[in-house]
Structure formats: C-alpha cells, structure tokens
C-alpha cells in the first residue's frame, strides 16, 4: 500500500499524492472492509477532511451491518466535515438504526434531524433534507388533536425556518408551504405567507448571488501544502471571495444567524485549505474580533494539531492568550516551541526573552538570556536583541556594553555584529572605542567579507571624523578591496565619485542627476574598460547588454558621423523639412504644393527595398509578407514607406526624421483635413510662396464669404456654434461633415452658396468648408 504513495524522481515518498490516493480509493471499494480499513486509514490519516473518503469508508461498513463501527466512524467525521452527502448518510443510517424501535425510535430520528440541520442547514445544497425531514413530520403518526395541532405547528416551525435560507430548493420549499397553510387554514395563511413573503424574496436574491461564489468552488479538492499552483490560487481567491461575501451579511438577517453562516463557511474551506495557515488565522481572529475569544482558541489548537510546524501560527495564538492576560497559556506555548531542540532558532529565544521581560520582569529575562546564550542554536542575533533591550528598556547602558563585548569574543568574524555594535557605540557617542572596534574587525576579518565594515567605517569617518582622518581611511580601504578586484591599480585611483561620497547628506547631493549618471557610467567604464572592445563601445548600447550597468549609464562615448543617406535641413529658406529629399528637394518641396499630379519618389514609395532591409535578418522576405497580413493598414502604409538603411543599427537621426515625415492614414472625426491631409490632397499653398496664386484665391474666396457674412451675421454665429458642437473633440460624437449637409443647413436658414457650383468657377467644398471653419 505504501508503494502507491511514491512520487516525484528517485522513489522519493509523496504522501499527498492526489492521484496515488484515487488509486487506493478505487482499489478499496472492491476489497472487503476487513482489507479495505488499513487504506481507508492511511488515506484519511493523510486527508482528514476528505468526506469522500469517510463516506466511502463508512458505507462500507454500513453494509455488512456493523452498526458499532459505523458509529465510531461518524463521531471521527461528521464536525470536521460539512458537506451534504456525508451528512444524508449519516441520517440514512439513524433512521436505519431506529424504524423498529416505535415511537422512542423516531424522536431519536427527530433529534438527529435537529442536529443535522444545525450543522448543515444552512449549505447551499441542503434543501432535499429540509424537505425530508418535512416529510418525516408529516408522516409521524397523530393519536389525538393535541399531538396532531404540536405535529402541524413543527412542520410550520420547519418550513418557516426552511423557506429564508438561500438554497437550491428555496422556490421548492416556498410553493410547498403555501400549499400547507392554505390546506391548514385561508385565512390563517394569509396573514403568514405576507408575513414571510419579503423574508422569501430576499433568500432567493441572495441566493443567486452566493450561487455565483459557489460555482467557482471545486467541491472533490483534497486538502493538500499549497504548492503555489494556479488552481489552488484560484480556489484560495474563490473561497476568500465566498466568506468576504457571507461577512457582508447580505440577507441583513440578526447577528447569530449571520455569524453562524460565516462559522459554516469556514468550516467548508478548512475542509480543501486544510493546510493554510492563513485561513486558520483568518479564523481564529474573526472569532476574537466577534467576542468568541474562547472559539478563537479552539480554532487556534486545531490550527496546530493540523500544522505542528507553523511556529507563526504559535505566535499568533500566544498572542491572543497574552492579550487576554492567560500568561501561563502564552508562556506554555513559547515553551513547546523550545521543547524541540531540533527546530529551535535564534529568532525562538529572542521572541521568548521579549515575552519574559513584558510579563516577568528583567530578572527573568536577563536569566533565561545567560541560559539561551550557551545554547548552539544561539546566534550573534540573541546577543543584539538582548543588549538592544537593555539599552532601551531597562536603560541599562552599562549591561548592553558588557552584553556586547561578551559576544564579540564569539563573534568577532561576524560582519553583522560588529555593525550593529558599532551603531551601539555611536549613540553613546564613544568615537574612540568605535574606531577601536572598527580596527580590530578589519584586521581579522577576509577582505571579501570587510565590504560593508569598510563602508561603515568610511562613513563614520566622514560623519565624524576630520579631513585628514577621512581620506586616510578611504585610501586604506582601496587597499585593502583592491586584494579583490581583477584590476587592483584603477581602484587605488581617486575619482570624483569619491567627492560626491564625502560630501552627501541623506537624500541630498553636491551635483545633479545628470552628473550623477555622468560620474556613476565613467566608474562602471573604469572598472570594465578590459572587459569590453573598443567596437562594442562604439555601436552604442549592447556594451551594457551583457553588464549591468547603472542606472542612466550611457555608453556612446564617440558620436558617429552622419549618415550620408540623410538630408539635413535647408536653414537657408522657410522651407518644410522632409528627410525624404533627394537631388531634386527643390521640386520635391514645391511638388507638395503644386497639385496632386505630383508623385513621391521611387525610393519612398517602393516596399522593395523595405521589405529587403527587415528580412536581412532570416535571408527571406516569406516571413514580413505574412507579418504584414496580420497589421492594420495604417501600419503597414507606414512600414512600407520606411527608406532601407544599411549598417548593423539604424542611426538616431534617420529613425527620427522618418517618424516626423511618415503620413499615417487616419479616419475623420469630424473636422476638415489637417495640414498634412491637405498636403496630400489638394492644392494648398505652401509657406514660402505666400504671394502666389493660390494665396490670391484664398483671398478672394475669403473677401467674397466676408461680404456676404456682413448682411447675416447673426444665422453665421448660429451656425458656427452648431458647427462647433458637432465637431468638438474625439471623446465626444463623431460625425463627419458632408457638403449635402452643409448644403441643407445653409438652405434652412436662407444662405444661398455661389461656390457650391462646378470646380471651374474657382470653388470647391473644401475651400468653402475651410471658410467657414477660419471666420
């Protein structure tokens, strides 16, 4: 049987092999129970909240009649898991045990339906034995009218209890209670069934709402460690979701049907997130903050019955007793954590010295401490702690000094210590001794672990110590770091980083930002000047891509010249810059602004040489043409137009000036064309021939709008602002402006048009569109 329970490389043993489980499961529903007990109780040893084990493993037993063993069985299960199925078992087999014992054997049935529910009844799922046991009321006999007015008064206690909880069969349960008051009594009925009407309905709301939580959950989970798992996180979330939900009190019923829900709910969970420690946390600290102090300390033990090794789950619980002055329960507590000396740890005796000097005094603390120091488990850690407490509790200087100087003799090779003992010294304000420390650590400690007792002494030095003193010892510690470094003379040199070290103040430098970064990559170039090639450092950033460098290093130490391929701006003229220029700039730029007859040159509108350049890489352009299917066309328009440059990395300047030029097509939102769409589109004058013909056009279309603008000032103001309102910003509604519709707004208000005539006239839609938009 144990050979099923291996997992993982090298027959290393698994005992919470989910699957291995199944297995024995499986194979123990076929085995007789004298065979089939020994697995059932190595597998709920393992998962003992697994209620599908214990109903497999009771049943089996229920079925050769062994009513003793059933018994036992259930009283090891039943509290420790709520679910449903289990629990109907369980009533199968009173009712079993009790159908021949006459009426004594059915108010025992009664008692175990009593029990039952208020355990399970408020589950979700527990609306079929709601009505089972309404049914086994109804069925139990009536001798006289007392007996049958008490059986019709509990069957009404029964549903009325049934019918407000949020269940699967709450709409079931309603419509059979109205049906049994109207058979009891009309006019009694109506008074009750109002009564409960509101109270119904806000069960059924409530119940869609816990249904959307518990669909979420994984009812055949085994309790397993988490392993951090994406399911477990997610069952973790769904169940915290859940109990966060039963908090809330949604059905806004009284404070303990409300606190039982919430005690229900993680009873549930604990049955999956066994071994959680947080949930049991969660648990015990909701029952303190209610009041419960006493269920908090139940749910504290089995918290760790369950996790015997959780040492924060026993500081928690020794916590609580503390806060509610059972001393002797806390100190028991700390106690079993020392009693295994195996897993004691220095953080154990330091929390232990804490709770000793809060409860008992100095005395007891300071002798436990003389105790704990000869113990191996101690560390430099219980020295600290114990002359820290001293010093700042018991204000006991002289005690902290003799503390420290007792562990230095042990720990002298411990960087940490001697830290913190120098901390000590500075706020006695004892330079002297602390120069004294710092000299006899450094000369015992190995320079690769003096780092940080160099830094500290340097900073101390430069804190306290005056000029001469503190270049003396910075120098000294070069020396003594340089034994470590590859390249011991650059880290003897003085630098000006060594400047900005003396003279900073907390958050506060001698220099910007900028020369910080300036200072911090020349020290990282120091030190790595051999380790990268003189050609690495030239192309740029990939230097640093096999360093790490430090933060805002920038590594192009030598400018690269111009790319000849690039045009420069003609600084000369009032001329739009386009890096797209050849030869021919001057017809380029003026062919922007003669017409649409103009076309780009072969370079620019060629994907040719595009596409060439970005399937250099793979050899083969196969792969761009299928990256190029999957893009917006706005994107691929601008991939297209990408001019091909040669070289391992594009310059700076090229890639900047193609983001500047690129015309990406973009959608109308309602206003007229931009600049650049009217580049593209039409004939707009350009900004170095203002006194052209297209200018004079422009003006006269202008003075013509003007003139006929002064007699209808007031209908142009309207229709601006309505202009306006349609076309205000991309958040608001979208809509673009057609000519018909500008054509039938200026029809409505009596405003004739004289150039919504032909092209030849000398107007156009877009120049009256840009009329209106510029007055």
Known sequence: MAEELKGGSGGTTDIYNVEAAEILANEALLLPISEAAPIYEKLLSTFPTAAKYWKQYVEAYMAVNNDEAT????SRCLLNCLQISLWRCYIRFIRKVNEKKGTDGLEETKKAFDFLLSYVGSDIASGPIWMEYITFLKSMPATTVQIESQRMTSVRKVYQKAIVIPTHHVEQLWKEYESFENSVSRALAKGLLSEYQSKFNSAKAVYRERKKYIDDIDWNMLAIPPTGSSKEEQQCMAWKRLIAFEKGNPQRIDATSANRRVTFTYEQCLMYLYHYPDIWYDYATWHAKTGSVDSAVKVFQRALKALPDSELLRYAYAELEESRGAIQSAKKIYESLLANSVNVTSLTHIQFIRFLRRTEGIE???KYFLDARKSPSC????FVAYATMAFCLDKDAKMAHSVFEAGLNKFMHEPGYILEYADFLCRLNDDRNVRALFERALSILPPEESVEVWKRFTQFEQTYGDLSSML????????ALSRTAEDGSSALENTLYDVVSRYSFMDLWPCSSKDLDHLAQQEWLAKNMNKVDKPTLQNGSSALGSEKAPVGLATNNKVSPPSTKVVLPDTSRMVVYDPRQTKDA??????????????????????????ALLGAGTGTTQGIDEILKVLSPPLVAFITQLPSVKGPSPDLDVVLSILLQSSIPVGNIGKPAS????????????TSDISGSSWSRLNQNGSANRLRRDGQLGKRKDLERQEEDDT???????????????????KSRGVSNPQTGSAASGGSAFSWEQSISTD
């Open 71 to 74: 018994k036992q069985i259930f």
């Open 364 to 366: 007891a603390a300071k």
């Open 379 to 382: 560390t430099y850690h219980v």
């Open 472 to 479: 003396k010892v910075e120098q000294r510690r070069k020396e």
């Open 586 to 611: 001057d017809a380029f730029v003026m062919g922007l602004h003669i017409g649409p007859e103009f076309s780009a040159p072969s370079s620019v509108n060629s994907s040719t040489s595009t596409l």
């Open 675 to 686: 600049s650049s769409q009217q580049v593209l589109t039409g004939p707009v004058p350009s």
């Open 728 to 746: 205000t910003t991309v958040q608001s509604r979208p809509l673009p402006q057609d000519v018909f519709r500008l054509r039938q707004i200026r």
